[in-house]
């Protein structure tokens, strides 16, 4: 029978069991052995039995080292460490070092046993105990046992002085307030000659000055120039064979002498002064063909790059780090790199020495080399040396990994944004880019593109044309096909006619047909996606206008997409089609150059330092002119709607205009009212007067920098329910343009307008006028009238007065009402508003009272405007109406 399936085979030795169980196929053989195993040792601690105890537990420390449980023979460890031979003590301390931790409680009972063995005669015995000490030890034994291992600091026999060092490691570590017990004999060890015995003090000393700063202090006055001594008697010595690594003498002691003077030098003038030389010597004798030279070398670089040392010695190190790079093993150029993007805020021309050596990592088939190479070179990168970077590394892009794409194309766009040196040069680079790697850029990318372009008025013509030649050679890029239709729907006519050409540019022959060309086949792209057809669609409508020749064409173009499944190219189909073809007169007006969009803003929403849009805090302002309608973000900010201090939105849209406005909407007071909209969105567009028969459109053809259509919004068109056309009939915020009004069906809200503004009608009975608002500097009066045989709307005239010494430009009036209420405002008739009260500006606009008689009127008002350049605001409510109105 063999032996280990015996249930009472205690005598089994060690290397029958190992043989048996290796011999085993399976590991449910194994398992049932291990458990029969378990079993007889179990017996045999039960009997007692002390000739079988150090055998029983070496099988059980092989057992646990499989991975099965041995709790049960801990106690076994403790009697074998109690008995007074050196055979069972040592094998007893082996089994407590590897079946115990710290953690458990059962240590607690060999505190004593440790004691005795520090203080035996013995030494191999306290060689023993020093080395069981020195893995298990608990915060509680190193208080207790503290005192005996500074005393075996000084022991006659180095081996104990040694493993006495690695033991007040360990407790120095657990209680550091124990610290400062071990500072002088810790000095005292580094002046030994013994090997073993200077590299543990060498440690302990570097574990002493992490834990106290008292410590450090004072191996920092005491010990620094015999450690300096020290490393240049390693440095010269001759041929050890004892302590030689591929003919380098002793580099672990090399290595640990170098951190110790990190440590020391670290922030001290003096100390990282007596270094230097030796520091010198070691990174220019020390040969970098060997690996445990470049052990050395690596860290005699970091020693030097946290000293206080001069620019010499790091010009040193940073040459070394050179060096590394060139390396052929990637560890070393990985660590190379690391160190180096430490070194860059130290002294950056150094490495930039380097460059070349740089961008060849970039390019490494080592994706962890690519990475740290690349942000190395992000760093590096300042106005003197951005072109020749950037030029290497778009250059890299078109042959790059595709996992690679993503982190490089996001470091070339931020580097071109950051250090860009003129626009034209960031307009080229982001083209490349675009074209190379489009689908890896986020939307912010291309977005801030089309940002630099609208604000780049001399380069208009150059950009369209820039893009009109890439997107002839490829269009597989979905962001540069956004950017290239942007463009040519807006400056498609420079793009014919050549304007704005440039010295650097060669003339193309471009037709209208073939600029619409391009935009058809962009938008039958079945690859791209419905907001890029969209921003395609919205283009189509700005040709029609700028192209008059190919009108026609291009409303067959658009048709097409009547019965598209995509609601919003539907609904675009649908509204520009009508525009087309019914609306001519106001065509033109509609499809206007975008405005110029503020690039500093857009920057800053960017970097987090302004709101998103419809974010608008309560003290922000847009600054527009006056009779150009704010989007709905502006009443969003008008309202107060996202102020920290504005009470939170109840489920119920009247709610919050009910505390914005301190009016009573609840449903008991409204129950006579015609209601028509129950939710927040409604109260909303209530509030704008959308849908209203009577609501003024503006018209944006007095001014150039005002259009009806964003097309960057498209990229947002699937959360919007209202087109962004509708909003021509919606807005009813103050407007300098000329207003058309009419009726306005539901099939077509451009129908019926007219091309002349309504003149307001005050021959009704007159109401005694109110001083609404006045401040320091601004008076505002309203006059009422009411037309005849209309009770609930009331003609309001405002005239605004100058109380201050300065002249008042840019002057914007707003006013939002709760929904019980219909806003309609004309233009002003200025936006300049003279000093001293030598002028006035006056406003009509017409407030609707859905419950007149029940509730008064009520509004909030918004007045912007500029003295010398800087914007003013003013605000306030309004409540003292006359209570008939």
């Known amino acids: 029978m063999d032996p280990i399936l015996n249930p009472f085979s205690s005598g089994t030795r060690l290397r029958d069991m190992i043989r048996a169980i290796r011999a085993y196929k399976t590991a449910a053989e194994e398992r049932a052995a291990i458990r029969k195993e378990c079993a007889a040792i179990r017996t045999s601690i039960n009997e007692n039995d002390p000739d079988y105890r150090h055998r029983n537990l070496a099988k059980l420390m092989f057992i646990h080292m499989l991975g099965y449980p041995t709790h049960f023979g801990q106690m076994e460890c403790l009697k074998c460490i109690a008995s007074p031979g050196f055979p069972e003590k040592r094998i007893g301390y082996l089994g407590l070092m590897l079946l115990l931790d710290e953690r458990q409680e059962v240590l607690m009972l060999v505190t004593n046993s440790l004691k005795q063995d520090l203080n035996h005669m013995n030494q191999y015995i306290v060689g023993l105990a020093l080395c069981a000490l020195g893995n298990i030890c608990s915060a509680e034994m190193a208080r207790d046992l503290a005192p005996e291992v500074e005393r075996l600091l000084q022991f006659r026999d180095p081996n104990i002085r040694k493993k006495a060092a690695l033991c007040s490691i360990r407790i120095i570590k657990k209680v550091p307030d124990l610290a400062e017990n071990f500072v002088k004999p810790a000095t005292a060890l580094l002046k030994e000659k013994h090997h073993g015995v200077l590299i543990t003090a060498v440690q302990l000393c570097a574990d002493l000055c992490k834990v106290s700063r008292e410590a450090l202090e004072h191996i920092r006055k005491k010990c620094t120039e015999g450690l300096v001594r020290t490393l240049k008697d390693l440095a010269n010595s001759s041929y050890s064979p004892e302590y030689d690594v591929s003919g380098i003498t002793d580099p672990f002691l090399h290595i640990r002498l170098l951190k110790l003077l990190r440590l020391l030098g670290e922030g001290d003038a003096d100390a990282s002064d007596s270094m230097n030389d030796i520091l010198a010597q070691v990174g220019t ?220 540019e060669d003339r193309i022959t471009v037709t209208e047909s073939d600029a619409v060309d391009l935009i058809e086949i962009t938008i039958q792209c079945h690859a791209l996606d419905f907001t890029t057809k969209a921003m395609a669609l919205v283009a189509l409508l700005k040709l029609s206008s700028r192209f008059p020749s190919c009108s026609e064409r291009i409303r067959e173009i658009i048709v097409k997409y009547k019965g598209n499944f995509v609601l919003e190219l539907q609904q675009r189909s649908i509204e520009f089609n009508s525009i087309i073809a019914r609306h001519q007169n106001i065509r033109s007006m509609l499809v206007e150059r975008m405005p110029v969009l503020d690039e500093a803003t857009f920057i800053g929403r960017q970097a987090g330092s302004l709101p998103d849009a419809g974010s608008i805090s309560a003290g922000s302002s847009v600054s527009l002119p006056n009779g150009v309608a704010k989007p709905a973000d502006s009443l969003v900010d008008l309202l107060d709607l996202n102020s920290n201090d504005a009470p939170a939105p109840s489920s119920s849209g009247g709610d919050f205009l009910q505390d914005l406005l301190g009016v009573d909407l609840s449903p008991a007071a409204q129950s006579g009212a015609n209601q028509t909209s129950k939710s927040g969105t409604d109260a909303l567009l209530d509030l704008l007067s959308v849908g209203s028969v009577s609501g003024p459109v503006e018209s944006p053809s007095a001014q150039s920098n005002s259009s009806a259509i964003d097309i960057l919004s498209a990229s947002k068109s699937e959360k919007a329910s209202v087109s962004p056309l509708d909003d021509l009939s919606s807005l009813s915020l103050s407007s300098r343009t000329t207003s058309i009004t009419g009726a306005a069906p539901m099939m077509d809200l451009l129908d019926g307008f007219a091309s002349t503004p309504p003149k307001s009608e005050n021959n009704g009975t007159v109401y005694p006028s109110i001083t609404a608002f006045e401040s320091s500097s601004l008076q505002l009066t309203f006059n009422f009238s009411k037309q005849p045989g209309n009770s609930q709307t009331t003609n309001i005239q405002a005239t605004f007065i100058n109380l201050s010494s300065d002249e008042y430009t840019d002057f914007i009036f707003q006013a939002a009402v709760p929904k019980f209420l219909q806003l309609q405002l004309d233009p002003a008739s200025g936006s300049t508003l003279p000093a001293n009260g030598n002028g006035s500006i006056t406003q009509n606009f017409r407030v609707t009272n859905s419950q007149n008689g029940k509730k008064s009127l009520v509004m909030r008002i918004r007045i912007t405007y500029k003295i010398n350049g800087k914007e003013k605001l003013e605000e306030g409510q309004i409540s003292n109406f006359p209570r008939d109105l």
């Open 285 to 504: 004798k020390t040969e970098s063909n060997k690996v445990a030279a470049n052990a050395i070398l690596y860290e005699c670089v970091q020693t030097i790059m946290s000293i206080e040392g001069n620019g010499g010695l790091r010009v040193l190190a940073i040459g070394i780090l050179g060096k590394f790079l060139s390396n052929r093993d990637n560890n070393i150029r990985y660590v190379a790199l690391n160190m180096l993007m430490k070194a860059v805020t130290a002294d950056p021309q150094a490495v930039l020495r380097y460059r070349a050596t740089i961008l060849e990592c970039v390019k490494d088939a080592d994706a962890s080399i690519r990475k740290r190479a690349l942000e190395l070179v992000y760093v590096l990168v300042n106005e003197s040396n951005v072109k020749p970077l950037t030029t290497e590394l778009v250059s890299y892009l078109e042959t790059c990994d595709q996992d690679f794409k993503g982190d490089l194309t996001a470091k070339i766009c931020s580097i071109v944004s950051k250090f860009s040196p003129e626009k034209i040069w960031y307009i080229d680079q982001m083209i490349k880019v675009l074209l190379e790697a489009g689908s890896f850029v986020k939307d912010e990318v291309w977005r801030a593109l089309i940002v630099v372009i609208s604000n780049a008025s001399e380069l208009h013509g150059y950009a369209v044309r820039a893009l009109y030649k890439a997107f002839q050679k490829s269009n597989e890029q979905e962001a540069f096909t956004r950017v290239a239709i942007w463009c040519i729907g807006e400056y498609g006519d420079l793009l014919i006619n050549n304007v704005g050409m440039l010295d650097l």
